[in-house]
């Protein structure tokens, strides 16, 4: 009798440790895109919302330098990004920080890198898999593709350098403003990506560098790059 | 586990299967809702950035 109450009870708890890893799962590859989604799209109209209410200082007759940013506010989205390279539609919200909420609503811009256009090193990091997985396609990166953001008063047009590169975690040199492993030597208006790899895990870091390629208001429209 | 769950509860056979159905739905919210976002950043597929501001980190 007691036997067969052992047996059953621990085929229960078989059976409810089975569907409870299933139902992680589904949570993991669905539920996470579902919510990233639909907090992405949140921020970017919130954004668009802003930018329309606020419409930009009208530009100097033509500016040669792009107007330097407001300050970023931790966990507020500033910007849009678009990665022709990673699909047509592809575009998505650039949070400040790098904070598990931030990424989980977009893209994280590492808070304490320099400001979008400025010289020194605009650092992203996106989630590779899971929350809408926006990095998937991060090993397909070439060289001079471009990756465009748009804030509230300006296009910029970066240009990729490198291929991307397999680092550890703890290389926190890649995000310096003018990372030794880049093909940079001197400071200029640089540009780092960083994700996970492999896909599923986090031993290693993949990493792209690009520089400022081109701004320009937001009245001209959006730039050429996009239309590639 | 489950043959006293189903024991202990009121009704016929349709109210138990319905009562049983509604639990799990409200398991599942809660798993949803609380426990897997909490359990989530915990595994390793969320680590994505280069470790800042860690003790023995530069910078």
């Given at each position: 009798?007691?036997?067969?109450?052992?047996?059953?009870?621990?085929?229960?708890?078989?059976?409810?440790?089975?569907t409870?890893?299933?139902?992680?799962?589904?949570?993991l590859?669905?539920?996470?895109?579902?919510?990233?989604?639909?907090?992405?799209?949140?921020?970017?109209?919130?954004?668009?919302?802003?930018?329309?209410?606020?419409?930009?200082?009208?530009?100097?007759?033509?500016?040669?330098?792009?107007?330097?940013?407001?300050?970023?506010?931790?966990?507020?989205?500033f910007?849009?990004?678009?990665?022709?390279?990673?699909?047509?539609?592809?575009?998505?919200?650039?949070?400040?920080?790098?904070?598990?909420?931030?990424?989980?609503?977009?893209?994280?811009?590492?808070?304490?890198?320099?400001r979008?256009?400025?010289?020194?090193?605009?650092?992203?990091?996106g989630?590779?898999?899971?929350?809408?997985?926006?990095?998937?396609?991060?090993?397909?990166?070439?060289?001079?593709?471009?990756?465009?953001?748009?804030?509230?008063?300006?296009?910029?047009?970066?240009?990729?350098?490198?291929?991307?590169?397999?680092?550890?975690?703890?290389?926190?040199?890649?995000?310096?403003?003018?990372?030794?492993?880049?093909?940079?030597?001197?400071?200029?208006?640089?540009?780092?990506?960083?994700?996970?790899?492999?896909?599923?895990?986090?031993?290693?870091?993949?990493?792209?560098?690009?520089?400022?390629?081109?701004?320009?208001?937001?009245?001209?429209g959006?730039?050429?790059a996009?239309?590639? | 586990?489950?043959?006293?769950?189903?024991?202990?509860?009121?009704?016929?056979?349709?109210?138990?299967?319905?009562?049983?159905?509604?639990?799990?739905?409200?398991?599942?919210?809660?798993l949803?809702?609380?426990?897997?976002?909490?359990?989530?950043?915990?595994?390793?597929?969320?680590?994505?950035?280069?470790?800042?501001?860690?003790?023995?980190a530069?910078?």
């Amino acid at each position: 009798m007691s036997v067969r109450i052992l047996v059953r009870s621990f085929s229960e708890l078989c059976l409810t440790v089975g569907t409870l890893i299933v139902l992680f799962v589904v949570y993991l590859l669905y539920w996470t895109g579902v919510k990233a989604d639909s907090a992405a799209s949140d921020q970017i109209s919130g954004l668009q919302q802003q930018w329309a209410q606020s419409p930009a200082p009208r530009p100097p007759a033509a500016p040669r330098q792009p107007p330097v940013p407001a300050a970023y506010t931790e966990g507020r989205s500033f910007a849009v990004m678009y990665v022709p390279r990673l699909g047509k539609d592809w575009h998505k919200p650039v949070l400040e920080g790098t904070a598990v909420k931030d990424l989980q609503k977009g893209l994280g811009h590492y808070d304490g890198t320099t400001r979008l256009g400025q010289p020194g090193n605009f650092s992203v990091a996106g989630h590779r898999r899971t929350y809408g997985d926006p990095f998937k396609d991060f090993p397909e990166l070439r060289p001079g593709d471009a990756v465009v953001l748009r804030d509230d008063t300006t296009w910029y047009t970066y240009r990729l350098d490198t291929r991307p590169f397999r680092t550890v975690p703890s290389d926190v040199g890649v995000i310096d403003p003018v990372p030794a492993e880049s093909p940079f030597r001197s400071p200029g208006r640089y540009l780092t990506l960083t994700t996970c790899d492999p896909e599923w895990g986090s031993s290693h870091r993949l990493i792209v560098w690009g520089h400022l390629d081109s701004t320009q208001p937001v009245a001209q429209g959006r730039p050429t790059a996009l239309d590639g | 586990m489950y043959g006293w769950i189903w024991r202990h509860l009121p009704g016929n056979a349709w109210l138990r299967a319905f009562i049983s159905l509604a639990m799990v739905l409200v398991i599942v919210y809660v798993l949803f809702q609380y426990v897997f976002p909490w359990a989530e950043p915990l595994l390793p597929f969320n680590d994505v950035t280069v470790d800042q501001g860690m003790g023995t980190a530069v910078r």
